[in-house]
């Protein structure tokens, strides 16, 4: 029989940095769950992305036992370190603070395309491109879609 689902929690966590502190122990405290357990189990789990940061969908059932799920570093942290700048424009649309070329936006929609909702790497790519256009990140070349 399934175990009843007392709640989930959505955070994001450096990979292999997880401890007690905010906002991880209040989150995980509120539902009862083991905050060391879970900081012991995410940082084995993510020793391998170190430094990264990570969104992780927590599901605390109704005896305090808990699963997560580790998913891919978000698009705009991603495109930050292929465009190497370290926060977006206040003015997007005016104000322009890097630039990626079509092939890098094509190997994060490859490696975020699991938590994307599209069906092909081309509708994943425009929306990589999209997310970039929309922190003033420009990108360069021809695009490679027949619009």
Not at 61 to 69: L, V
Not at 98 to 110: F, L, N, R
Not at 130 to 137: E, L, P, V
Request: charged share 20%; aromatic share 6%.
């Amino acid at each position: 029989m399934a175990k009843e689902i007392f709640g989930l929690i959505k955070l994001q966590i450096k990979g292999g940095a997880a401890n007690p502190s905010p906002p991880v122990g209040p989150a995980l405290g509120s539902k009862g769950v083991n905050i060391m357990q879970f900081c012991k189990q995410f940082n084995g789990r993510t020793q391998d992305q170190a430094g990264k940061v990570l969104p992780v969908i927590i599901t605390v059932y109704a005896d305090k036992s808990f699963d997560f799920i580790v998913k891919q570093p978000p698009v705009a942290i991603q495109l930050f370190e292929a465009a190497k700048v370290k926060k977006g424009s206040a003015e997007p649309h005016i104000n322009k603070m890097g630039a990626v070329t079509w092939d890098q936006v094509k190997q994060i929609a490859e490696v975020k395309m699991t938590d994307l909702n599209c069906f092909s790497v081309e509708s994943a790519m425009k929306m990589v491109a999209g997310t970039a256009r929309s922190m003033g990140i420009t990108v360069k070349g021809t695009s490679p879609f027949n619009n």
